[in-house]
Each structure stands twice: as structure tokens, then as C-alpha cells.
């Protein structure tokens, strides 16, 4: 029988799996891509279809519910909207598409990584120190129902008009709840890996380390990705009202001129680049967490 002081692990030694951020090229990844793609297409133009059926038939005020052949008409009177340019501030009502997505991209992206390094951190103090997660947790609990859209004005008079007031809206729309989830996982860590370590000699900062953190890591990457999109709304409604650049002054600014067309251009595509967002933070987590396969039923 082993004793703690024969074993000694050594964390250098271990030998991880490199990692190969390549795309899938085998057949069968191919047919897997073509057959989402399929799906994705056909869901969507199910809608637009249905969408442009209705309007034919008149059963629509093409004025307030303007067809998907209209507001995407709207590209051609945007004398700049496709300029391969980032950077390019709008002229009047004219914008350029790779501006307004980058400038709300680099928001949210920069809010939720500095809300997930800090609610990591935040919450691995508040249940590896008691008195501290006894007097954090319930002013975390009691901040994290609050709404993004409610920080807005504190927001701005805080960072003033600029990409900080849209950044914090974002980070503080994520921290609390991804404090407590990082608490409440850490409190279901299974006690047998717990045990496990302890009897192999390892610390109590060393099984907070290598036992308790890795095994809430694939927890927390679901809580962020739940969280992505309340983070993308959060940054359009700062954008609206704070931020001169961005997708969401494109529908603040065709509320204002009554251009139903644009307001509906810039909606379609917040929602595409949600879309792809969210697949792309979808491919994160899955190389990221390599060790864990999805559910087949």
C-alpha cells in the first residue's frame, strides 16, 4: 500500500495532449459542417419566406413590418456601408458595417474577459477565505439581479460618452453571476476528488489548484455562454443612448430619421453577429474543454 510520501507528482511532468487549432478536413467533419449549414439555411429561409408570403398578401404594413427585400434595399442607399475600412465614422446616417460590428465586438469581448478573470477570481476568494465569501457573497447576490440596461446611466456619467461606458456595461452585467456561479460549483466539486488529493498529500492551495478550479471550468464556460447574449444586449442599449459607433447606434439613428429600413438592417444583423458569435465562443469551449463530449441520446 502507497503511502502520501511515496507518491510525488510533479506538475511539469505531466503530459497534456497538444492542442491543434486546425479546422476539421476529414470527410465525415465535412458532411457534419454541410449538414448544420443545411439546417441553418433552411431555418432561416423558412422565415423569410413565410415573412415575404405575408407581405405579399398585404396582411403587413410594409411601413412598420418592412420585408427582408426592403431593409436589406437599405445596403444600396448606405453610400459607405460596405467599405472594407474599420475605423470609418458615420457621415449623418451612413455607416460602415465593419466599423459598427468591430467597435461593438471589441465591447463585449473586453467586458466578458474582464468579468470572467474577476469573478474568478472574486469567487475563488470567497470560498477559499470563509470571512470573505460571508461578507461578499450576499451584496454580490443582492447586485446580481440588477439588470445591464439599469447601469447605463451610472455608466455614462461615470466613463462619460465612449467605448468605457459600453465596456462596463457589459462587465458589470456578468461579474455577479458569474461570481456565484463560480461559488456554487465550487460548493459541488465532488468530495471524492477532494479526498483523493488530500490522501496523495496535496495542500489545501493545491486541491483549490489542480482539483476544485479545473473541475469547475466547464461549468463556468456554460454560465458565460448563457450569459454572452445578455452581454450583447447590454452593449447595444449602452450603444444607443452613449456610443456614437457600434450596431445598436444604427437602430437608435433610423428610430430617429423614421427609416423603418434601417432600423430593421442594423436588427438583422445584431442578430447574425450574435449568431455567430455565440458559434464561435461554441468552438472555444470545445477545444478549450477537450476531455468533454457532448451527449448522444
Do not use: C
Not at 431555418?43 to 404594413?61: K, P, R, Y
Request: glycine residues 8%; proline residues 5%.
Amino acid at each position: 500500500m502507497l503511502s502520501p510520501s511515496d507518491v510525488h507528482v510533479a506538475s511539469g511532468q505531466l503530459q497534456r495532449p497538444a492542442w491543434h487549432w486546425k479546422l476539421p478536413t476529414g470527410p465525415k467533419q465535412l458532411r457534419l459542417f454541410a449538414a448544420q449549414s443545411m439546417w441553418w439555411v433552411l431555418s432561416i429561409g423558412l422565415v423569410v419566406a413565410l415573412w415575404e408570403l405575408i407581405a405579399a398578401l398585404q396582411l403587413i404594413d410594409p411601413m412598420i413590418l418592412p420585408p427582408p427585400h426592403l431593409f436589406i434595399a437599405e445596403i444600396q442607399q448606405q453610400a459607405q456601408f460596405l467599405v472594407p475600412r474599420v475605423g470609418v465614422r458615420r457621415v449623418g446616417a451612413n455607416f460602415v458595417a465593419l466599423t459598427a460590428i468591430v467597435a461593438s465586438l471589441q465591447r463585449v469581448v473586453s467586458g466578458l474577459a474582464l468579468a470572467f478573470v474577476s469573478a474568478l477570481v472574486m469567487g475563488s476568494l470567497a470560498f477559499y477565505i470563509k470571512p470573505i465569501g460571508k461578507l461578499t457573497l450576499p451584496t454580490i447576490t443582492l447586485l446580481a439581479p440588477i439588470a445591464p440596461v439599469a447601469w447605463i446611466p451610472f455608466a455614462l456619467v461615470a466613463f462619460g460618452i465612449g467605448d468605457g461606458a459600453a465596456i462596463f456595461v457589459v462587465f458589470i452585467g456578468s461579474i455577479f453571476t458569474l461570481a456565484l456561479g463560480t461559488v456554487n460549483h465550487m460548493r459541488h466539486v465532488d468530495q471524492v476528488y477532494i479526498n483523493t488529493a488530500r490522501v496523495l498529500g496535496a495542500s489545501r492551495r493545491q486541491v483549490m489548484q489542480h482539483v476544485i478550479l479545473p473541475a469547475i471550468l466547464p461549468n463556468l464556460f456554460v454560465i458565460m455562454r448563457m450569459n454572452l447574449f445578455g452581454a450583447w444586449t447590454g452593449v447595444l442599449a449602452a450603444e444607443m443612448v452613449g456610443v456614437n459607433t457600434g450596431l445598436g447606434t444604427i437602430v437608435m439613428v433610423g428610430r430617429q430619421m423614421m427609416n423603418i429600413n434601417l432600423t430593421f438592417l442594423g436588427m438583422a444583423m445584431i442578430g447574425l453577429v450574435g449568431y455567430l458569435l455565440d458559434v464561435g465562443f461554441g468552438l472555444i469551449q470545445t477545444r478549450v474543454l477537450w476531455w468533454k463530449s457532448t451527449a448522444q441520446l
